[in-house]
């Protein structure tokens, strides 16, 4: 009875806040996204949430347009021949404020978030830039910095080392501008949205309920279609009938067991998230060390049927580490363009590998661990591997779910002999996947270790467009053929949209442009 009263609670409440009419679309569209962020301000944006809704309130001085990078604040951009110099140029464009947004307010942004009294989550990217990890340290002054304003319009930086992959850095919330007005007293203000320099700012927030996001007037690119947004922060079941209901008009990451439901009102749209869902190998421990073994296991790992099992049906199998949704300077798929050939199962093959390493023989094969976080999906998900490997190879794997902290302890002591491990890339380009491997990754617990690859990814970062991109094949195909990992499939966000929204575009990271919605009225 109590869940009852609530749930009616919830239902009378909403249906106050946005009229009973089902469908009655006014000049704002309600949007369920389950968490409520923590804050709005990019020094303390700390997770996914935090940065969808910061995607919306701010611009940078690069961003996003139809999965390619384009000039936001910054009209263009000249980096020096041996790609450690930018000079970004901005353009005229305002604070909602009015205030007009200058090279001054991205010094001071920065600042903020490497100043070594700062109370924002320090991100690691930064450390790019010349200077900023002695900073940090105390041990120079912001005039040694690479990061200074010259005037009002021009902003530069330098790196320690090329980098072409830093413009996809811009993009992120560590990156993104505040008004440096507003923090002068004191960098760690916590800010609140209502100025931003983006398609939205933050019109209302009332705390675990709803935030309303309302068109930035003085935004460069024009209005947001004059569309207010309302964030809620509803579960999935309150969310499922209040967009029933026609209530609410979105549902991030909505409860499959009602999609089927709610099916004649709405569309699915799945955005890439940049993850990718894999097994590591511990190559320190035999006979995982051999790659015919690793070869063996990849030869009867079945993605589709892992998929269909356990996601019902609905994911992509991974073929290499990168995801989809990159695209290349030419506009085209990052991982469309690559030459790694799927994996045909053949167990006979994998079981001829074994015998040509000496398995079964004299020697019996180890019994294997396979460690995952717990949680009942994950379980599932490696329960099902498990009985693959022990089928088609004969051998006997057992599957322990541990708690993130004990996961994470064993995988950095190498305690382990399998893993299931997932990797979301940081910032949207294909290195922020691949570095995962270098020799000297903190995250590499596989222990890969090939100078080659190192080499490339190098290479890569001194390097733009064709022969960028023909380099990073080259190292993500070195990975694959090695097979210190079995990519299983990868990740993306879904979202159930009112069949009445048109339009709704997304970055590469999976994160909704509000801005780009249009609604078709009846």
């Excluded at 560590?174 to 700012?201: H, I, W």
């Excluded at 990992?485 to 009445?500: A, F, N, T």
């Amino acid at each position: 009875m109590k869940k009852i009263s609530l749930h009616i609670g919830w239902m009378l409440m909403l249906t106050l806040a946005f009229g009973a009419a089902a469908y009655a679309w006014s000049n704002e569209i309600a949007i369920n996204i389950g968490a409520e962020p923590v804050a709005v301000d990019p020094l303390y944006a700390m997770g996914r949430v935090e940065a969808m809704v910061i995607t919306n309130l701010y611009q940078g001085l690069v961003t996003w347009r139809d999965g390619q990078l384009v000039p936001g604040v910054a009209g263009k951009w000249i980096i020096s021949k041996d790609g450690t110099e930018y000079r970004f140029q901005l353009q005229t464009s305002y604070w909602s404020n009015g205030d007009p947004v200058v090279a001054k307010d991205f010094e001071v942004s920065w600042f903020r978030n490497i100043h070594p009294h700062s109370k924002g989550k320090f991100n690691s990217l930064m450390s790019i830039i010349d200077g900023v990890d002695q900073y940090r340290r105390g041990e120079i002054d912001q005039t040694q910095v690479g990061i200074k304003a010259l005037g009002r319009n021009v902003l530069w930086v330098k790196l320690k080392r090329p980098c072409s992959q830093f413009l996809s850095y811009l993009t992120l919330p560590t990156f993104m501008p505040v008004n440096a007005r507003l923090v002068a007293d004191n960098y760690n203000q916590s800010l609140s949205g209502e100025c931003t320099n983006g398609p939205y700012k933050v019109g209302e927030w009332e705390k675990r309920r709803f935030m309303r996001l309302e068109p930035n007037p003085r935004f460069r690119w024009g209005q947001a279609r004059g569309i207010d947004v309302r964030l809620i922060f509803l579960s999935s079941e309150m969310a499922a009938s209040a967009f029933k209901a026609g209530i609410i008009h979105a549902i991030k990451s909505p409860d499959n067991r009602v999609v089927k439901d709610l099916a004649p009102y709405s569309i699915m749209r799945k955005a890439p998230s940049l993850s990718c869902s894999f097994i590591f190998f511990n190559l320190q421990r035999p006979p995982l060390n051999r790659q015919e073994i690793r070869q063996g296991f990849a030869l009867v790992t079945n993605k589709e049927r892992l998929i269909q099992r356990n996601l019902d049906g609905q994911g992509y199998p991974a073929t290499g580490f990168v995801p989809y949704g990159l695209l290349d300077h030419n506009g085209q798929e990052f991982r469309s363009n690559s030459e790694i050939p799927d994996m045909i199962l053949d167990g006979e093959q994998a079981r001829r590998l074994f015998w040509q390493v000496g398995y079964p023989g004299e020697t019996e094969f180890p019994p294997m661990e396979l460690i995952c976080r717990e949680g009942e999906l994950n379980q599932k998900i490696m329960e099902n591997l498990a009985t693959m490997w022990r089928i088609d190879l004969g051998i006997s794997v057992v599957v322990t779910p541990l708690p993130w902290t004990e996961f994470k302890k064993r995988c950095m002591e190498g305690r382990f002999y399998l893993a299931r491990a997932g990797w979301e890339g940081d910032y949207p380009d294909a290195m922020a996947m691949l570095e995962l491997f270098r020799s000297d990754s903190p995250g590499n617990f596989c222990r890969y270790q090939n100078e080659e690859y190192d080499a490339l990814l190098m290479k890569a970062e001194a390097l733009f467009g064709t022969e960028r991109n023909r380099v990073l094949h080259e190292a993500e195909k070195q990975l694959i053929q090695d097979l210190p990992i079995i990519p299983l499939h990868y990740g993306y966000e879904e979202y159930l949209l009112d069949k009445r929204m048109n339009d709704l575009s997304f970055t590469p990271q999976g994160f909704p442009m509000f801005w780009t919605v249009a609604v078709k009225r009846s």
